[in-house]
């Protein structure tokens, strides 16, 4: 039997194999094509991860997205060996795996330790690194190797959420400019946000790390549309501490809007999300409805938000058409009970060249319409001398 | 259950309250700057009469304090058995392990052969004497020692007192948080046979780092002793006034060596018993051992002699770590990088094979096991350790040892010995490197 007549043999003793290689059947490629294989599935695997992205996201198609992530789980199984020895372990493989569901997640954590990447790290044309948490001295890295195909990802999640009615609007970024900051996957997050959906008054009001509060009060004083303000949430803590020590208000045209990331933790002061949202209605004339809640990690390429600006519905986090989410208990790693806590753990086919299911370290909660975000799993309470150790382990052969 | 008291100042009586640790009520005063002053003061006003008391009345007095906790139907032992194991976490065996193990080296012998080993002529602590050159010399410990403790280890406290009698220096001790009865019950024994010796030290708790309260028992010490982690060592250290001496115990860890012809039962068994011993929180606590490649067994086989072993010392039914997340995102690392995992009885075994370095942030009670080509090359990785290694534990045959040893004695350790004795230090043993009493004193030379 000829090794191209075997695969064939192979692929019609399996009867999931149907389902899972229905890409290469449509696309005509072959498990077996050499050198060419890699290549030719990692296009197929984007075309059919861009479908998903674009996919009507009021009905999830479960067959596709199934078919997808099936197919980027053998070709991450395939390309990333540590990914690979991890399946080993639990016993899961492509031949076994029928359902996303069943695709093993990588911990989040493992972006500090190794480059989880399915193509040679100095390849990349981005890698994102996280912010530095606390526990860690070790930042996390995510590779990049297709940008096309990330921008793709960001941009029509955050047109529905916060630019509903399309069109294109000024976007004022309290962040610094990815130029500035090439390693932040939320600069390149609204740098891509500005150039699909921005006019030319758009601009970035972070330079060399400091709030240029004053040119941004100028800005916003003098725009005739509505604005859409973006940025993490403790720079607006800080925004909004300018504007009340200097006692400034400003009314916004109507239908302005904001987008706030990210948490409070480790700056110097903390206020609540409900704070911050009356400070901007308060302040800006941004009604609580117009003020969306992003929930992104450097480690992932698709993002969440809590609701659709103007809407007046309760807030929950809802995967875009490319993600879905599970939430699994810390311990057993099985979905938790209907509204029960866990860890979420998120299926990412944006994540084509890195990890697709991947376990994080915020724990979440199923509501109405979507999930809700519970913050970080609290640090253990380690007793005695060992407790540092951690620190004193770092430099251990 | 009876009250215990959470604190011991001789010959007064103070107000107080009750609080619940760990469901244990224990009585405690409200401590405030005044007090602090208050008995430092007092403390002080004993350090005369202490210092001319003979040295061998105090190793006397000690002994039979000893000797009677020894017993196990001694009241306060007995209280001490009930209480501690909910208040440290330990087992009752860990916990009846150590207060046997405390008490046993805190013998006359011992305590005679510590005093020799730290001074030449123990008498200097009881009077001018010759040194042997011929000139005259004596030894005083601080007027007041104020003694800082972290509650990983059972006894410390106790020790640390001990020696602070040694060296006839009154002391203020503030006990860990979690368990400050031991010292206190150690105390009124102490104070049964012998009040006048009692009455030189006391326990007053406060939280760790309150200022006013530590600033007024800094200004009254002459010495500062503290055990404690990274954090708490370096706060106090930046809150101390400039010329007071102080001895710092931070946090550190050990290893084992297992040397290729020793990867065996009987040695994963010393192995096992180093580990359970204090749950891998003392700084004696093998965190990791690197077993040598190319004998008739393959490292990975120690990971599941050892896991075997410690599933025999330590029952199952012992919580899980606390960190069920951390824990179970780094057994995926561990597994991504080909690792192997054995998990009884509350502890992980994890076998790694990669060259990657060690993570750092690893669970409460995980021990790690890696491959070495060549043990005698060991040492010289380790330096980047240098600071944070207290011991090595050794499994190799006699003939290797020598160089081994010469090569390892390098990292800035204070002890190499065998497996299986790494939580059974002598009392002698250098602790950080340092000596534990001569260090501490001052010396008055006498002419003419």
């Not at chain 2, 060690?358 to 995980?366: F, G, K």
Request: proline share 7%; with cysteine; net charge neutral.
């Amino acid at each position: 039997m000829t090794q191209q007549a075997f695969e064939y043999w192979k692929q019609n003793q399996d009867p999931r194999r149907g389902c899972r290689h229905a890409i290469d059947n449509r696309t005509g490629s072959l498990d077996n094509e050499g050198g060419f294989r890699g290549t030719s599935r990692a296009m197929d695997i984007t075309a059919c991860i861009l479908q998903q992205i674009n996919a009507d996201h009021r009905q999830p198609a479960d067959v596709e997205f199934n078919r997808a992530a099936l197919a980027l789980f053998e070709y991450q199984h395939e390309h990333c060996p540590p990914y690979r020895r991890l399946c080993a372990q639990i016993g899961r493989t492509p031949l076994n795996v029928l359902h996303w569901r069943e695709i093993p997640p990588i911990p989040v954590t493992a972006y500090k330790w190794m480059e989880v990447t399915c193509r040679p790290a100095a390849q990349a044309l981005r890698v994102f690194r996280s912010s530095g948490t606390t526990r860690e001295a070790y930042r996390s890295r995510h590779f990049l190797f297709d940008l096309e195909l990330a921008k793709a990802a960001i941009i029509p999640a955050f047109r529905r959420h916060l630019v509903p009615e399309g069109g294109r609007m000024p976007v004022f970024i309290l962040t610094p400019s990815a130029a500035e900051m090439p390693d932040s996957s939320l600069a390149f997050m609204l740098d891509t946000v500005v150039n699909a959906l921005g006019t030319a008054e758009s601009g970035f009001f972070i330079r060399n790390g400091k709030l240029e509060s004053a040119r941004l009060v100028t800005a916003l004083k003098e725009s005739r549309r509505p604005v859409l303000l973006v940025g993490a949430s403790f720079s607006f803590v800080h925004f909004f501490d300018g504007l009340m020590d200097e006692r400034v208000r400003i009314q916004l045209p109507a239908g302005s809007r904001l987008m706030d990331t990210g948490g409070f933790k480790g700056k110097s002061k903390t206020v609540s999300r409900a704070e911050l949202y009356r400070l901007c209605e308060d302040l800006l004339g941004i009604a609580e409805a117009f003020c969306v809640n992003e929930y992104g990690m450097s480690e992932m390429s698709s993002q969440f938000y809590d609701k659709v600006a103007g809407d007046t519905s309760s807030r929950a986090f809802f995967p875009p058409p490319q993600v879905r989410t599970e939430i699994l208990d810390p311990i057993s790693l099985l979905p938790v009970q209907e509204k029960g806590t866990g860890l979420l753990c998120h299926f990412d086919l944006a994540n084509r060249d890195s990890a697709m299911a991947l376990l994080t370290e915020d724990l979440g909660r199923w509501t109405d319409g979507g999930f809700e975000l519970l913050g970080r799993a609290p640090e253990a309470q380690v007793k005695g001398c060992s407790l540092l150790i951690d620190a004193l382990l770092q430099g251990a052969p | 259950m009876k009250h215990l008291n959470g604190f011991y100042v001789p010959n007064r009586i103070l107000a107080t309250g009750e609080i619940l640790r760990s469901g244990i009520p224990l009585r405690v005063p409200q401590v405030d700057p005044p007090l602090v002053q208050e008995v430092s003061r007092m403390l002080k006003a004993r350090h005369r009469g202490l210092a001319g008391r003979p040295l061998e009345s105090i190793v006397e007095q000690i002994d039979r304090v000893s000797a009677r906790w020894l017993d196990p139907h001694y009241p306060l032992r007995r209280r001490a058995g009930k209480s501690l194991p909910p208040l440290t976490g330990f087992s009752i065996e860990t916990v009846e392990g150590a207060l046997n193990n405390l008490f046993r080296s805190l013998r006359k012998p011992s305590l005679q052969r510590l005093l020799s080993e730290e001074f030449s002529n123990p008498f200097v602590l009881d009077g001018f004497s010759p040194t042997k050159n011929g000139a005259l010399t004596r030894a005083f410990g601080p007027c007041l020692t104020l003694l800082i403790l972290s509650g990983n280890i059972v006894g410390a406290a106790v020790e640390a007192l001990v020696f602070s009698l040694l060296i006839k220096s009154p002391c203020l001790l503030k006990p860990a948080q979690d368990e400050p009865i031991l010292s206190v019950l150690w105390l009124e024994s102490l104070a049964e046979i012998d009040p006048n010796l009692a009455s030189c030290l006391a326990v007053l708790p406060w939280r760790g780092g309150e200022v006013s309260v530590e600033e007024t028992a800094f200004a009254e010490a002459e010495s500062v002793v503290a055990y404690g982690n990274a954090a708490a060592i370096s706060d106090l250290s930046a809150r101390l006034p400039p010329n007071l001496p102080f001895s710092a115990f931070g946090p550190r860890f050990s290893v084992g060596l297992i040397a290729r012809e020793r990867i065996d039962t009987p040695t994963a068994a010393r192995a096992a018993r180093d580990v359970t011993r204090f749950e891998m929180r003392g700084c004696l606590s093998p965190q990791i051992f690197y077993v040598e490649k190319g004998g008739k067994y393959a490292p990975e086989t120690f990971g599941a002699l050892l896991s075997e072993q410690m599933k025999r010392l330590q029952p199952e039914g012992l919580l899980p770590s606390e960190d069920a997340v951390l824990a179970q995102q780094l057994r995926s690392v561990y597994l991504m990088r080909g690792a192997t995992l054995w998990s009884q009885a509350g502890h992980t075994v994890i076998f790694d094979p990669s060259e990657e370095p060690v993570l750092s942030s690893s669970p409460e009670r995980w021990v790690l096991v890696r491959g070495v080509e060549d043990l005698l090359s060991l040492p010289e990785r380790l330096h980047p350790l240098r600071g944070a290694l207290q011991a090595v534990g050794l499994a190799v045959d006699a003939k290797r040892r020598p160089p081994l040893v010469e090569r390892l004695s390098l990292l800035g350790i204070s002890r190499i010995c065998p497996i299986g004795n790494l939580q059974e230090p002598p009392l002698t043993w250098h602790q950080d490197g340092r000596l534990r009493l001569a260090d501490r004193v001052r010396w008055v030379d006498l002419e003419g």
